[in-house]
């Protein structure tokens, strides 16, 4: 039955299928069969992984692995600090993980919630209310304002029924819902006006229906479907890091064997050289790193807050980073989802009206100059019927924000109730200084006949002091053939076929713009005049004219996007709105460029995935778009090698939100089940954040290189001097203990500080990079080497040079120890403040980071105390060092930084004129 077209069938044919009466229902027996048969009307959650596997199964990852042998070592060694605080690490690393997953977990849970708790339905000719999970196909629903659709039902009768789908279909109105077949055979949802879906709610009217799925066969069951099936993306991140990981198990434990092997052979106690070998293993593998990534996360995460961002997974900010591609819905997200009339034709006069969103102000302007409503006669008659004719209110609430922990600011919003067409005209007339309440005491509503699908209008009769009134709105077609006169210069003049066609030219014309138009007329009533029906009001109208309003743009979005544009990222609009209205809101936002292509829903369903892939690059807009293609078209994306994040707020876009590398809800008007499925929340459900979210992304990724470079070249220049010198047959340069202090204090401060490093000005300026780049991409591998040997022979050097000044001594020997150890320290500390830029040190201001600058200065007033203080110098074998050796200790340590340095100006001199190709914004970009 689930390969019917429900939407084609009549009341006859439908309830044959179904076996079931319009009058009398199913009988009770009949029900308690077919659900033992079919099941209960639920959404499934899948399996379901108890906690504490989810917790366990954080332990899995190979970093975690590593630190626990590096957690063994250093407990063997003695150094149970160490082994503390690599323990503590992996246990806030699991419990975040921990966090994480069972969060995301609860997005189905969240999704049941939107089902209805009960459902009016009538059994054996009665009615009743059952659970909602006990109705069955073939259930007669009964349905009035403020249900939710506890299934999907195919209407049987509709009386003046809409239903709020915005959450299922991107509809960012209330759809009108009717009982009639349909018999075009492939229909979006959107469009499907027979049918009502489970979870969606009614607004308005009454409807009675039959139920023709229930469950995980319903629209909203295939959503949970989705979800269910849907993988959530390893971030770039996490696989790089453990990526690096290995590479650096790999090459520390590998060096480090040929060290102790050299010092052995020529001659070194094979104890000495085994703790030293372990020391210089324990230094080399960077168990801080994941400790670091977690803290520029999670202060990234701090600023994010405090931009309106929610971070739901700390490793999903540094994936906004390579976004290339940002997939957003249109509703709410890069529009206000607050409809607004923005331009008015009457009497052959094209006016505009300017104002944002609900507040009441705003003007009305021809040619560019504004209007006296007061004295416009025409005007003040179109302002009294959109006043009039009016179900809406709009109300002025005051909004309460948190400001600091104890303090909070208030601000005055207005807000709507009612729906957003009726809204649109009440503030309208408020702006112009004719609002409902301004008019309640002149009249006084006596009958309303409500706007109904099959006559598309809405009439109300008012009395005031010099009689009645009758107030019609609707769409234009069908009111004009109801109209005999048109206001036309102040004067209401018969409404010929020519001043007809006139007006319905204007229509069309505010309809090509995407603008959603409605016509407005009146009749003054006689005393006699009778209008107890539809048709008695409605005739011998005087048509008035037309607005038409739209959903207007957000004004930060456009400015959004042309800054995603600059940094390389494709803006694609998806939306369940029509095509032509996605392409208007596009056009003025910037998204779609020359030879951009628009796809509605039809066409994306009779492509194949393979021509999808070849014109997905070039499509900017998707209209008219199902869950099913909100994923199919992720997917292509990702299949060119996109990053793609996803923006959403309604249950349709979760599936999409999962698939994709990073998924985004909104905070205001997102469902639950768009947050839970997410990475990152919008508490302002402002497009524009996202930009702030990219520029975070992109800086907490750099600090991240930035943070490896200066480790892994430290770690590089304490490897090679200790293999070097092994090789050359001298004694050891450094001792276990000197090793381990040496990590200890300079992976710890200064590279912490590092990570909270501010961001280059160049950044969004730059393009995204690749998902498949390697963390040492962009020369950053040749950086850690080049350094790193520099870094291992200057330490080396200043060895040298001091033991040969009395060979053979054992006091000379701790001395050269004490000034390689100091070069090592120096050298280190001075490399960390080039590590802060991808050019040199001379490129940005040292003393900008002022956490780096106090961390150093620690790391300093530290080394200075291993060596002067006598308590501590028999612990580090060290010794006090002279004027002399102090020279020698800043010349060598400063020699890598110089060298260096010089050669980055040089590079950078030369690569002046090199521009790089953006793949969507600019044709180029000064890198």
């Not at 405090?306 to 994936?319: D, F, G, M, N, Y």
């Not at 490399?831 to 490129?843: E, G, K, L, N, W």
């Not at 340095?901 to 969507?920: A, D, E, Q």
């Amino acid at each position: 039955m689930e390969q019917m077209k429900w939407h084609q069938m009549g009341t006859s044919e439908l309830v044959n299928a179904l076996v079931s009466s319009p009058e009398q229902g199913l009988t009770t027996s009949e029900a308690a069969e077919r659900l033992e048969k079919h099941g209960r009307n639920e959404l499934s959650e899948g399996k379901r992984v108890s906690p504490v596997m989810l917790f366990l199964n954080q332990f899995k990852d190979f970093m975690v692995l590593v630190l626990m042998g590096a957690t063994l070592i250093s407990g063997l060694l003695g150094e149970y600090l160490d082994a503390i605080t690599i323990v503590a690490i992996i246990v806030l690393n699991a419990v975040l993980g921990f966090v994480q997953e069972f969060r995301a977990e609860r997005s189905l849970r969240a999704l049941k919630e939107l089902s209805a708790p009960s459902a009016k339905v009538i059994r054996g000719g009665e009615l009743m209310t059952i659970p909602a999970k006990e109705l069955v196909a073939g259930d007669i629903v009964c349905l009035e304002s403020g249900d939710r659709i506890p299934a999907d039902v195919r209407l049987l009768e509709a009386n003046s029924c809409y239903v709020e789908e915005s959450a299922l279909t991107g509809e960012s109105v209330p759809v009108g819902k009717h009982s009639a077949a349909i018999s075009e055979a492939e229909l979006p949802l959107g469009d499907q006006k027979n049918i009502g879906f489970m979870g969606t709610m009614v607004t308005r009217g009454t409807a009675r229906g039959v139920v023709i799925r229930t469950g995980m066969d319903t629209e909203m069951g295939k959503i949970a479907g989705l979800i269910e099936q849907t993988e959530s993306m390893e971030t770039p991140l996490q696989h790089r890091l453990e990526q690096l990981g290995k590479i650096l198990i790999v090459v520390a434990v590998g060096l480090t064997i040929m060290v102790v092997i050299a010092g052995i052979l020529h001659g070194q106690p094979a104890y000495g050289m085994f703790l030293a070998g372990v020391s210089l293993a324990v230094a080399a593998i960077p168990e801080g790193l994941p400790a670091i990534v977690t803290i520029a996360l999670a202060l990234g995460v701090q600023r994010m807050i405090k931009r309106k961002a929610i971070v739901r997974k700390l490793p999903s900010v540094e994936t906004l980073g390579c976004a290339s591609v940002i997939c957003s819905d249109k509703t709410g997200t890069l529009t206000q989802n607050k409809m607004t009339v923005t331009h008015v034709w009457i009497g052959g006069r094209q006016l505009e009206v300017s104002g944002e969103g609900y507040e009441p102000s705003g003007s009305i302007f021809e040619d560019g100059k504004a209007l006296d409503v007061k004295h416009d006669l025409s005007v003040k008659r179109l302002l009294q019927i959109s006043a009039l004719c009016n179900n809406a209110q709009l109300m002025k609430v005051e909004v309460e924000e948190p400001k600091k922990r104890k303090s909070k600011e208030s601000h005055e919003e207005w807000l709507l109730k009612g729906d957003p067409t009726e809204g649109a005209l009440a503030v309208l007339s408020a702006k112009l200084g004719s609002s409902s309440k301004s008019l309640e005491q002149l009249y006084k509503r006596e009958k309303e006949f409500p706007f109904d699908s099959e006559r598309k209008r809405m009439s109300v009769v008012v009395a005031h002091q010099g009689g009645r009134l009758i107030c019609t709105k609707g769409a234009p077609d069908m009111l004009m053939d109801h109209c005999s006169y048109v206001l036309w210069d102040g004067k209401v003049v018969p409404f010929t076929p020519t001043l007809k066609r006139k007006c319905a030219e204007a229509g069309e014309i505010m309809a090509q713009s995407a603008l959603r138009v409605l016509g407005l007329a009146y009749r003054d009533l006689r005393a006699g005049d009778v209008c107890e029906t539809e048709r008695d009001a409605e005739c011998q109208l005087v048509f008035v004219g037309l607005t038409g309003m739209i959903d207007p743009p957000r004004r930060e979005a456009k400015e959004a996007i042309a800054t995603c544009r600059r940094a390389g990222i494709k803006t694609v609009m998806i939306t369940g709105d029509h095509q032509l209205t996605a392409e208007a809101i596009a056009g003025q936002l910037g998204i779609m460029p020359r030879g951009g292509i628009a796809l509605s829903g039809k066409q994306l369903e009779a492509m194949s995935d393979e021509q999808l892939d070849r014109l997905v690059d070039n499509i900017y807009v998707y209209a008219r778009v199902s869950p099913e293609h909100k994923l199919r078209i992720v997917k292509a994306l990702q299949r060119q090698g996109h990053v793609v994040a996803m923006t959403g707020d309604g249950v349709n876009d979760a599936p999409a939100i999962k698939a994709a590398d990073i998924g985004i809800a909104m905070g205001i008007t997102g469902t639950d089940v768009s947050k839970e499925a997410s990475a990152l929340v919008l508490s302002d459900d402002n497009f524009s954040t996202i930009v702030a979210a990219i520029e975070e992304g992109r800086g907490i990724y750099e600090n991240i290189r930035k943070f490896i470079r200066y480790l892994l070249a430290s770690n590089v220049g304490e490897i090679l001097v200790m293999f070097l010198a092994m090789m050359a047959g001298l004694p050891l340069p450094l001792v276990p203990i000197q090793i381990l202090w040496v990590n200890l204090v300079t992976d710890g401060l200064p590279a912490m500080a590092l990570g909270i490093d501010q961001a280059e000005k160049d950044l969004m300026q730059q393009k995204p990079r690749s998902a498949k780049e390697s963390i040492f991409s962009r020369r950053l591998g040749w950086k850690i080497i080049s350094r790193g040997i520099l870094i291992g022979v200057c330490t080396l050097g200043a060895f040298w040079i001091t033991l040969n000044e009395a060979p053979g001594s054992a006091s000379q020997l701790m001395k050269a120890q004490t000034v390689a150890f100091a070069t090592l320290v120096m050298a280190q500390l001075i490399h960390v403040f080039d590590c802060r830029s991808s050019r040199s040190i001379f490129h940005r201001n040292p003393l900008q980071n002022k956490y780096l600058v106090l961390a150093v200065l620690s790391s300093l007033l530290l080394m200075i105390g291993v060596l002067y203080i006598e308590a501590l110098q028999p612990i580090f074998k060290t010794v006090p060092i002279g004027f002399r050796e102090w020279c020698l200790v800043f010349v060598a340590s400063g020699i890598p930084t110089f060298v260096m340095g010089i050669g980055s100006v040089m590079g950078t001199s030369k690569k002046k004129k090199t521009k790089t190709k953006l793949p969507f914004g600019p044709k180029t970009v000064a890198r």
